[in-house]
């Protein structure tokens, strides 16, 4: 069953459309009915419709700007334009913004019906291609040399020396890249019970589909596509500005993650590293892609998790290459306590297993110390001094004699470890939202005042500020916006002179028509019948 949203300025077409169409028999269900762009492109964000039919010549927001908007943002989402006789320059315009059909006003309910059928079987056709598995095998037979995805490997690995990466673009005919670059990583997840249900007799095969995907969506993206030992996905970006790079791998992921769910039914978490400057720094934003991986044992599956959302903008330090450091270095980021002291047993365990004399197993310990407290510096910084496990983690190792007696005290570093990270974490959160809201305070005028300049003011991507912003404050970014300017609005309506349309243009709404119904949809009345209010009850 496939989503369709209805937008119009006129509530008896709105009605129209949906009393005359069985959805269900035509294979859609209508989600929503809008009355102009603006209102549509908000539900939009929220629903994720896969049709959206809408009229030209509508308030506030048009059909034209509606459709860009969704072709930017959602390119996943097809639009159908409604356009009366008269209304051809704004077809032409549609067409150029690649919409999917529009229809010359009026329409009957037989034509909508027959088009709603036609968009359905293409859709269709749509899905049934990515999962077509003649076709999905022909593809893995076709996919690139394994010694192509081996250099590419080592590439971002750090193992290749720089005077062979030009003459190894050249002989696996890579297109040349550009920096600045910026590595994106590919993970996913459940996949042992994912292979069990429909992809059981070729597991390869699906992991195939989901490269497939991934290779479609990146396509003209100045990137390169390939695939790991460990069986990730990674993707090259390169060859743009540096925020557009940001932006362009951002955006990408997101519509990688989507198509993942929608057409494959299983879902991935992708990894966002840092920006680099060169083939020799590649290494450094891969670590970031993979580290920002492993945040997703805090934030749940089916995200896109930037390392520069999680670690803040500085590079990433290089780890050890030591599995068990790696692993510590993890659990203080995303761990439970319960898991501290599952893995500390599994060390110990290990350990003793392996009968090294105890010389070997104090440097071995001694070792985590380190990563554990080089992860703490790189997400507290410099006040990772006034960490209290500080000073127990700088005593002499060497006062322990037995394990046991190292088993105790490594969870006690982990504990509070773990418990400092996480007060960190929230005290940083409370005050970029805190920031945000005073920023609003101060620029509520300004009408041009958007989700993205809120969101560069505090040096987080839109997806993952937009999300903590609704878990602190209960309510979205514009919804906040809308809340203070209606506030101060009610303010000047009591305590001024002004006319509801210099009222409206202070609290940054230019549009006074705009502004009246945005005032009587969140308070009920309009601004003229609120500020009489307010006489009446002064009187009496």
């Not at 709105?14 to 859609?28: A, L, Q, T, V, Y």
């Not at 303010?491 to 009587?520: C, I, M, N």
């Amino acid at each position: 069953m496939y989503k369709i949203v209805i937008v119009d300025d006129e509530v008896e077409v709105r009605e129209g459309i949906k009393e005359s169409i069985d959805w269900e028999r035509h294979g859609f269900e209508c989600i929503g009915d809008y009355r102009n762009g603006s209102e549509a492109l908000e539900a939009i964000a929220e629903l994720r419709p896969d049709l959206v039919l809408s009229d030209i010549c509508m308030p506030f927001m048009d059909g034209i700007e509606l459709t860009r908007q969704i072709h930017l943002n959602y390119p996943y989402i097809k639009v159908i334009i409604l356009t009366g006789h008269d209304e051809f320059d704004y077809a032409q315009k549609a067409l150029r913004l690649k919409v999917h059909d529009y229809i010359v006003k009026p329409i009957t309910a037989n034509e909508l019906r027959q088009l709603l059928d036609k968009v359905k079987d293409e859709m269709d056709k749509e899905a049934e291609n990515r999962e077509n598995l003649s076709l999905l095998k022909m593809q893995l037979h076709q996919s690139l040399p394994l010694l192509r995805e081996r250099f590419l490997e080592q590439l971002v690995g750090g193992t290749m020396r720089d005077d062979r990466v030009q003459e190894r673009f050249a002989y696996f005919s890579l297109p040349p890249i550009a920096p600045p670059y910026l590595v994106v990583a590919i993970d996913i997840d459940d996949f042992d019970d994912i292979k069990k249900e429909k992809w059981q007799n070729d597991p390869e095969l699906f992991r195939s589909a989901a490269f497939n995907i991934v290779q479609e969506v990146t396509e003209g993206k100045n990137a390169i596509v390939f695939r790991t030992r460990e069986e990730r996905m990674v993707v090259i970006f390169s060859g743009e500005a540096e925020e557009g790079t940001y932006e362009t791998a951002l955006h990408v992921s997101e519509v990688i993650r989507f198509c993942m769910e929608k057409y494959l039914k299983f879902t991935v978490t992708v990894g966002v590293g840092t920006l680099c400057g060169s083939f020799h720094e590649l290494p450094q934003s891969y670590n970031g892609a993979i580290s920002a991986l492993d945040y997703r044992f805090l934030h749940g599956k089916n995200k896109v998790i930037s390392i520069q959302d999680m670690e803040g903008a500085k590079k990433p330090t290089q780890q050890l290459d030591i599995e068990w450091n790696r692993r510590f270095a993890t659990l203080i980021k995303t761990g439970t306590l319960e898991e501290a002291h599952l893995l500390t047993g599994q060390l110990i365990s290990n350990l003793k297993a392996s009968l090294m004399p105890i010389g070997a197993c104090y440097l071995q310990i001694q070792a985590i110390i380190i990563a554990i407290m080089t992860t703490i510096h790189e997400l507290a910084g410099h006040d990772s001094a006034h960490f209290q496990g500080h000073d127990i983690v700088i005593k002499d190792i060497n006062r322990f004699k037995t394990l046991d007696e190292i088993e105790t005290w490594l969870k006690s570093i982990c504990r509070e470890a773990i418990s400092y990270i996480s007060e960190q974490r929230n005290d940083q959160t409370k005050m970029q939202v805190r920031s945000v809201t005073e920023y609003i305070d101060e620029h509520y005028s300004d009408e041009n005042l958007t989700v993205d300049d809120l969101c560069r003011h505090v040096h987080l991507s839109r997806s993952y500020f937009s999300t903590v912003f609704k878990q602190h404050k209960e309510q979205t970014i514009m919804e906040y916006v809308t809340r203070v300017r209606i506030e101060k609005a009610k303010d000047l309506l009591q305590h001024t002179v002004l006319r509801s349309y210099e009222v409206g243009a202070k609290v940054g709404y230019s549009d006074p028509q705009y502004f009246s119904v945005l005032f009587k949809k969140n308070t009920g009345t309009s601004p003229k019948e609120y500020r009489e209010k307010l006489l009446r009850e002064k009187i009496q």
